[in-house]
Each structure stands twice: as C-alpha cells, then as structure tokens.
C-alpha cells in the first residue's frame, strides 16, 4: 500500500474513532462563557469579545489591552458557575489569556451531569493586520481522577479575517481533540463542532433621530456535531452603543437549533473609563435552546470586567545636546574656560481626534475587530506633549576609555533652559583634574517615557 494512503487511511480511522467514542452518554453543556459571550447564545464565533472569547474563538482575544481581568457568575438558574480569566498583551500583536471556571449546570434535565471545574488558557497573534490566528486548550472534568476517570483536556482553534473595513468573517474548530471524560453512566463527553460566521459594523447609524453607535451585526452557521451530521445551528445577533465611544449598549442574539425550542439572550453593559482603566459591567438575560446546553430554562449572569489600556503616548521624547567646544582650559578667564551646553528636548503625544458632527474617527491597523479596540484609543493623532524633567549628567572617563565616577548633574522639570555653561567644577564647585569628561542628555514625558542621547567627549586642558 502506498505509504500516503496508509496516513490518510490511519487519520480515517482515528477521526472515525473519535467522532464515536462515548456516543451513548450524555453531552457535556456548554463550557460557561464569559457574560459578553452568552449573549450570544451559543454563537460569535467572528465577534471580538476580548477574554471572553478564550470560551468561544480564541482568535477574538484582545491584543490591545495591557491587561486585562474579568469575574463573572454564570447560570444563576440551572446551577451557579463562577469563572475568573485574566489577559495580557504577549507583544504588538500577540497577547494571551488563562482562567478558571466551575460549572454547576446539569445539561440534559434526563442525564444531567455532576458539577465541573477546569482551567482555560488561550492565545491569539496578528499574523497579518487582516488576518488573526488563536487557539485555546482547555481542561474540565469532576475532579476526580484524570482521563476517563475524571479531567480530559480539549483544544479550540480559530481564525478571524477581515477583507474590508466594514466586513469580517470568522472559523472556529471546537473540542478539536474530543476528549470523553467522566466515568460510565456518570460520565459525559465533548462533541466536536464547527463554526463559520460572517459580520458587518458601522461607526454609527441614525435611524428616527436617534444615533446608534458602534453597531454591528452577524449571522453563524455552526454544526451540532461531525460534519456528516445535516443538523446545523443558526445565531443572528446584533449591538450597539447607546452613547459615544460605547459606554452604555447593548446586545441580542436569536438562536435556531435543531432538537430544542429557539433560544434569546439579551445582554447590556456599562462602560466607566477611569484615566488609562477601564470597569465593565455586563448582565445577560438567556433562555430557550437546546436543553443540554443548561440553559432551557430563563437564567441570568453577570460579569466584571477591569481593563487597563495601552498607555496614549507610546512615543519618547525627541532629546539633543551638544557642546559649543570640545576642549577646555579652566580658570582661563576667556571664553576658554567655559563650555556651553546647547540643549533641545520636545514630545509628541498621542491624543483623541476632534469629534466631529457626533462622530468618533477610528483608526485601521491590526487588531482593529468591531468592539476590539482598546477602551482608550478610539481615534487618535498627534499633538505636542509635555516634557516631565530632564538632565544632563558629565562623568569622568577612566585610563581604559571606560565612563567613571558622576561629578556633575544639571537636571529641572519641564522643558531644559536652551545654555548651560560649565566651568569643568563638581558639585562642590571644585576644580576638576585634567582629562577626557563624557556627557550625556535623558529627559522624560508625562506618559513616562524616556529617551536620552549618546556620550559625548570634553577634554579638560592645562592652562
């Protein structure tokens, strides 16, 4: 047999094995999400809802924050399931997240199954600014044992494209690895499932004389199970924000599944800036669908959510400083004893652009998902910034061309004076030994920013 088709033989045989394995127990339920998620019933898989979508596709995961946290209680009907999760940017296009969950629901009311527990961790990267790759790996079980016996681990993978500015698509793979878990009868397992979705978003909409902010829709077509299976779920959802910048919107999500009654969640949330932070407060109300998601019946969740956004001004300060003379003679009583100092320090700084005609311009790049976009920085440009302090520091420089001992610092706040003369003294205003002195210029912004020149040489002369 040729040794390709034994692999792809192979790889049939296994998916075939996995698509089997515990078909005669009862699904596990939905993994709790994130409040912002379960608004969607079940489906987003193209939506960015930062940590949240570690539960849904991990290729929605924030990259624009500097950190983010989220609590959350979930289910408060069909069985209380608090979660934690945690965020951070791992680089300019990359960032990460990981997490806990208990999960009391019983799913099937005639197979439910016994409370779980796990911990999440997901990771997502801008390959291209319209183009983001992510995956999850995911640990659940009763606690009790490890495999069969107990914990299983699943996998979740996704992508998010966005051709146009105004048009995005999505894919995600869930339970890739379909790991059963949980002992006979007791016992549950995970259903692989696919997902593809397409959206739409605006800046904003006036419709009667009122301004919906920010809106978007989407539609999801996802799988109840292997593709062969003709069962497919439908989710339509649309947002909005109330109030520019989205402090205050909303969300609702219609969900068609096959085997159960259709399902509705409705979802609001709060948006407080505080500086460079950020508090959400989101609630859900969620019912109907599939009965073994756990949430047949009306439920409620909840969710707090921190975010500490990227600082505005990423940007240094621009500093120089140069010498009017590269050798002195001290105690002459001519210019020669003197050197003059020239220094220049200013900033540019990052700032909201001018709210035009009720409208808040957005920048593009990567990353820039509807509802992606850092709490801080929904449109931005260049404005002069101020210059916090600065110095000027002289160190003596050793036999071995190596810089020495500090003898002398100018420093201030604000901006530098344009002259400083110095008469090759310390900080004692005594005189200094002949030789080579090296300086040098730093100076800082308001955002903390630092930036500071190269050395510099002065050569101190006998008279």
């Known amino acids: 047999m040729n040794p390709s088709l034994r692999i792809r033989s192979l790889l049939a045989i296994v998916a075939l094995a996995c698509a089997s394995v515990g078909a005669d127990r009862p699904l596990l339920p939905d993994y709790p999400l994130g409040t912002g998620s379960s608004s969607f019933g079940g489906g987003g898989a193209a939506h960015a809802s930062g940590l949240n979508s570690v539960f849904d596709n991990p290729a929605a995961l924030s990259v624009h924050d500097a950190f983010q946290a989220e609590t959350g209680l979930m289910g408060l009907t069909?069985?209380?399931s608090p979660y934690f999760l945690f965020g951070s940017r791992g680089g300019d296009n990359s960032s990460y997240a990981a997490g806990y969950f208990y999960?009391?629901?019983?799913?099937?009311?005639?197979?439910?199954?016994?409370?779980?527990?796990?911990?999440?961790?997901?990771?997502?990267?801008?390959?291209?600014?319209?183009?983001?790759?992510?995956?999850?790996?995911?640990?659940?079980?009763?606690?009790?044992?490890v495999g069969l016996d107990g914990f299983g681990i699943d996998e979740d993978v996704g992508a998010l494209f966005r051709p146009a500015s105004a048009f995005w698509t999505g894919?995600?793979?869930?339970?890739?690895?379909?790991?059963?878990?949980?002992?006979?009868?007791?016992?549950y397992r995970t259903q692989r499932s696919y997902a593809i979705a397409m959206g739409t978003g605006l800046s904003g909409i006036n419709v009667a004389g009122l301004t919906f902010h920010d809106p978007d829709a989407y539609y999801e077509l996802r799988t109840t199970g292997p593709f062969t299976d003709p069962r497919f779920a439908h989710a339509l959802s649309a947002a909005s924000g109330f109030t520019p910048g989205?402090?205050?919107?909303?969300?609702?999500?219609?969900?068609?599944?096959?085997?159960?009654?259709?399902?509705?969640?409705?979802?609001?949330?709060?948006?407080?800036?505080m500086g460079r932070a950020a508090i959400v407060f989101a609630y859900t109300l969620h019912a109907g669908s599939f009965s073994e998601s756990g949430e047949a019946e009306p439920s409620?969740?909840?969710?707090?959510?921190f975010r500490l956004g990227r600082r505005l001004d990423p940007l240094p300060p621009s500093v120089e400083v140069r010498a009017d003379k590269?050798?002195?003679?001290?105690?002459?009583?001519?210019?020669?004893?003197?050197?003059h100092f020239r220094l220049n320090a200013s900033d540019k700084a990052y700032a909201p652009r001018p709210v035009e005609a009720g409208m808040l311009e957005k920048p593009e790049g990567p990353g820039m998902w509807p509802r992606r976009k850092g709490s801080l920085e929904e449109g931005l440009s260049l404005a002069e910034g101020r210059i916090l302090d600065w110095s000027l520091i002289i160190h003596e420089v050793g036999p071995d061309g190596l810089a020495g001992p500090e003898v002398r610092v100018f420093h201030g706040r604000d901006l530098p004076p344009r002259v400083i003369r110095w008469d090759a003294t310390d900080e004692k205003n005594q005189k200094l030994p002949i030789g080579f002195y090296a300086f040098r210029m730093a100076a800082s912004d308001l955002a903390g920013n630092r930036a500071e020149t190269g050395w510099q040489l002065i050569q101190v002369v006998a008279p």
Do not use: C
Not at 171 to 187: I, N, R, S, T
Not at 246 to 273: C, K, M, S, Y
Not at 326 to 339: L, R, Y
């Open 78 to 80: 069909a069985g209380m």
């Open 103 to 145: 999960d009391a629901r019983g799913g099937d009311p005639a197979a439910p199954a016994p409370p779980r527990q796990g911990m999440v961790a997901g990771a997502s990267w801008d390959a291209k600014p319209w183009a983001t790759f992510g995956a999850t790996v995911r640990s659940a079980g009763t606690g009790d044992g």
């Open 171 to 187: 894919l995600a793979v869930h339970d890739l690895q379909e790991a059963g878990v949980g002992q006979e009868p007791e016992g």
């Open 246 to 273: 989205g402090r205050i919107g909303f969300r609702g999500t219609l969900l068609l599944q096959p085997g159960g009654d259709p399902g509705f969640a409705v979802g609001t949330f709060a948006n407080l800036p």
């Open 300 to 305: 409620h969740s909840f969710s707090l959510n």
């Open 326 to 339: 590269v050798t002195i003679t001290p105690g002459d009583p001519s210019d020669s004893g003197q050197v």
